[in-house]
């Protein structure tokens, strides 16, 4: 399944890993946005996923059938595809998947 990712890279590195932002229920990658410049400006290369079923990312399947492994599915197949392990940071749902 092609999730949403928006990616931003920092023009001047300064930090090797990057960082990856996970959506709490009802947003989407695009409310890290703010959050992604500071960071960029700040020398890392940051991504921000949505979800299964939500933003731009399809649900793959009945929306009321996702649940939990399925969206640790979703942040392991980001993981999985960058360079390097990225940092971690959720907000709400998001913060609860992240620390699983």
Not at 3 to 30: D, M
Not at 64 to 86: A, E, K, Q, T, W
Request: proline share 3%; glycine share 12%; charged share 20%.
């Amino acid at each position: 399944m092609k999730l949403e990712v928006i990616e931003k890279r920092a023009t001047e590195k300064r930090y090797e890993l990057p960082l990856l932002f996970v959506h709490g229920g009802g947003a989407s990658a695009s409310c890290w946005d703010a959050f992604q410049t500071y960071f960029t400006e700040a020398g890392f290369d940051t991504y921000a996923l949505s979800l299964r079923g939500h933003g731009k990312s399809p649900a793959g399947g009945i929306l009321n059938l996702i649940g939990f492994r399925h969206y640790l599915d979703d942040i392991r197949s980001v993981v999985d595809g960058l360079d390097r392990h990225p940092i971690l940071i959720g907000h709400s749902w998001g913060g609860y998947l992240v620390q699983k």
